[in-house]
């Protein structure tokens, strides 16, 4: 049976990436995404399909949800890193603005999903994408980092409330990931990324390619009796 797969935030990155992996799994995939030209485009990319969605408003979860059809595995890639700053200078509306994406979208798509899949007694997965900045702390990275720990505990309460159900809920915890956008941030050769290699045991950063297995292992049968876990993908840098 060829399941459905929703990716939040596949236009791009790491979600654009999830998405690829799961077409070539042989998925049916559905890229959601706030940027509807960004959404068709990538979909158009790679052979699947797109709907816009915000996800921090209720009303556009249940309707993207709705649109994407009988949706078996979700995976919350969506997330807003570019607001940073130390804690002493952000504002309090920059710090709602992480929130409502980071937290609050990941707990409304989870929650819409999942009232889905249990009406129809069907079971399904969901892969949450988290970050070792939940157990690892970066300066001026608190707000962001705060809301994947959140994440993080959103995981496992959810996997535990969720298992009666047959639903598995995972995350993947990815170091920093080489994106279009971190390689434009930290180019090659460049002392910010000679620098944060040195942090990681296995001295380079992760490609969006070493992510995305993941989360496609975590949503298969394979992983059947994994749930509540969140396995990092980071060269060994939370070792340090």
């Not at 999830?18 to 077409?23: E, K, T």
């Not at 979909?43 to 921090?56: F, G, P, R, T």
């Not at 702390?137 to 705060?146: D, F, K, S």
């Not at 279009?180 to 000679?194: I, W, Y």
Request: glycine share 10%; net charge negative; proline share 4%.
């Amino acid at each position: 049976m060829v399941r459905t797969v929703l990716v939040t935030g596949g236009a791009s990155g790491i979600g654009r990436g999830i998405a690829r992996a799961f077409v070539a799994n042989g998925d049916r995939v559905v890229i959601a995404d706030i940027d509807t030209d960004a959404a068709t485009a990538a979909a158009a990319s790679l052979e699947c399909d797109a709907v816009q969605v915000d996800i921090a408003d209720p009303d556009s979860v249940a309707a993207a949800l709705d649109r994407a059809g009988d949706v078996d595995v979700l995976v919350n890639n969506a997330g807003l890193i570019a607001i940073g700053g130390l804690l002493v200078d952000l504002s309090p509306d920059d710090f709602d603005r992480v929130v409502r994406v980071n937290f609050r979208g990941t707990f409304l798509m989870t929650q819409a999903f999942a009232r889905h899949r249990i009406a129809r007694g069907a079971g399904g997965a969901i892969v949450n994408v988290t970050s070792i900045g939940a157990r690892q702390p970066t300066q001026a990275l608190g707000a962001y980092e705060a809301t994947k720990a959140a994440v993080e505990a959103l995981t496992r309460s959810s996997a535990l409330e969720f298992a009666q159900h047959g639903i598995r809920v995972n995350a993947v915890a990815p170091g920093p990931v080489l994106t279009e956008m971190l390689r434009g941030a930290m180019p090659e050769g460049s002392p910010a990324r000679t620098a944060w290699q040195a942090r990681i045991p296995l001295n380079r950063m992760a490609e969006v390619e070493d992510v995305a297995p993941v989360a496609v292992f975590l949503a298969s049968d394979a992983a059947r009796h994994i749930t509540g876990a969140s396995i990092q993908v980071d060269g060994g840098q939370l070792l340090t």
